[in-house]
């Protein structure tokens, strides 16, 4: 069996197309738990019933998340909130997303040396759900930007439901580093 490709090397930028939200949980606990295994703390900027099916996922893996929660090992945020504490009228601002996102990665890492969290954020797809595609764009760019300061892996996911066109997601994958299949694998490239 093919071993599926995750990384926690800080500058991992990887992007899931889902057209399910099952299909999605199952790469997006994949990817926590090997890193959680590794030592790697993690953070989740997602819906309420996203971080829940995630949970369940993570549970069903044999991982203790209350646990983890208490130690700050496994962060959770809602996605809308996040996004509500650096943007105004439709416009991100730079500097309070920073603050925010350095926030919750020094509160994870509590001070370890080393330390590379993991990330899964649900926040692009809530705004280009939204028909916020350049926010979305742009904060695509400032977890790139963010990528250079703090060592994170970073997993975005966007519902397929919402790309009319095949420039949408040229657009998206242009600021990722790896495309995972659906089943969280890199895809072949022939």
């Excluded at 949970?55 to 208490?70: C, F, K, M, W």
């Excluded at 962060?75 to 416009?91: C, I, Q, R, Y």
């Amino acid at each position: 069996m093919e071993r599926v490709v995750h990384s926690a090397s800080p500058g991992y930028h990887a992007v899931r197309f889902y057209e399910n939200e099952k299909s999605l949980v199952q790469v997006v606990a994949a990817f926590l738990a090997e890193g959680l295994a590794g030592g790697h703390p993690a953070i989740v900027v997602a819906s309420p019933s996203q971080r829940a099916s995630i949970i369940r996922a993570l549970t069903a893996r044999s991982l203790d998340v209350v646990q983890l929660q208490r130690a700050n090992d496994l962060v959770l945020l809602d996605g809308k909130d996040t996004l509500a504490g650096f943007m105004t009228d439709g416009k991100i601002d730079a500097e309070a997303f920073t603050n925010i996102m350095c926030d919750a990665i020094k509160r994870t890492c509590r001070g370890r040396k080393d330390c590379t969290v993991r990330i899964y954020g649900q926040m692009v797809d809530i705004l280009w759900q939204d028909g916020q595609q350049d926010a979305a764009l742009r904060l695509e760019m400032l977890w790139n930007q963010l990528g250079h300061a703090e060592a994170f892996s970073l997993l975005c996911g966007y519902a397929m439901g919402h790309f009319y066109k095949d420039v949408d997601v040229h657009d998206v994958c242009s600021h990722h580093t790896d495309v995972l299949s659906a089943d969280g694998r890199r895809p072949r490239v022939a």
